[in-house]
């Protein structure tokens, strides 16, 4: 039995992963981080790291940016593993994770679902095929109307693979209106739409000539992150040092 720690365990997030982990017979949460205690939760719940008495193979963390330096000290003073599921993380901060991962094992990624981990895994597979034969590549994101940042970092991550696949060669169009011109062979571009309550959907678009392939994921719920984060856990629990992303984890 894999034992973890939940950062951040009162919070949306924290509490799906509860609920996951208690139906898991391959991982349990022995206690939980946060600044606002809950009795409710099976575990007890400390206001800080430094207090946890319980002792743990894991920890995942689904807390909040400002908590990330006092949480990647901790880990790597106990070389502790951590899943590492917060976003909006500085350049600061990437680096000193980068620091912990020397020693002990961090995981990290732009988006914890299996899908879309896979999506990146087949993005790297058909790339350089359908390049190779003149596909132009588009992606669309759509997200909820409260979502402050576009692209957002998945749709920016997906690109990354197209481009990866492609030795760097691509640059990416983020606005068309400002410039009236042909598109350049050598882009890719990136649309964001926000409206109403969509959790996620990601469509990656290669046009080519007389025809059109579309891989498209669709995220009804922010589960599917909190299921990658338990098998992400459950992957690193044991790693030795360093950094770690879902591509491992899928295989």
Known sequence: MIRALMHGCC??????????????????IVAGVDRIKDASLPY??????????????????????AAADGLLEFCAARQIPVVLCTTGLSGEQLDKAEQAAKKTAVLRSANMSLGINTLL????????????????????????????DAPSGTALALADAINEALQGEYHYVYDRSGVRRKRDPKEIGLSAVRGGSIVGEHEVIFAGQDEVIELKHTAYSKAIFAKGAV??????????????DMSQVIG
């Not at 946890?52 to 193979?57: N, P, T």
């Not at 098998?231 to 040092?241: R, V």
Request: proline share 4%.
């Open 121 to 148: 895994k087949v993005l790297h597979a058909v790339s350089g095929v359908l390049a190779d034969a003149g596909f132009d590549m588009e992606i669309v994101e759509k997200h909820h109307n409260q979502k402050v």
């Open 11 to 28: 919070g949306k997030m924290g509490r799906v992963i509860t609920e996951i982990c208690s139906a898991d017979p391959q991982i349990e």
């Open 44 to 65: 007890p719940v400390y206001s800080c790291l430094e207090e946890c008495r319980e002792q743990a193979d894991v920890i995942i963390d689904f807390s909040n940016a």
């Open 231 to 244: 098998q992400a856990a459950k992957f690193l629990a044991g790693q030795p040092a360093g950094m770690y």
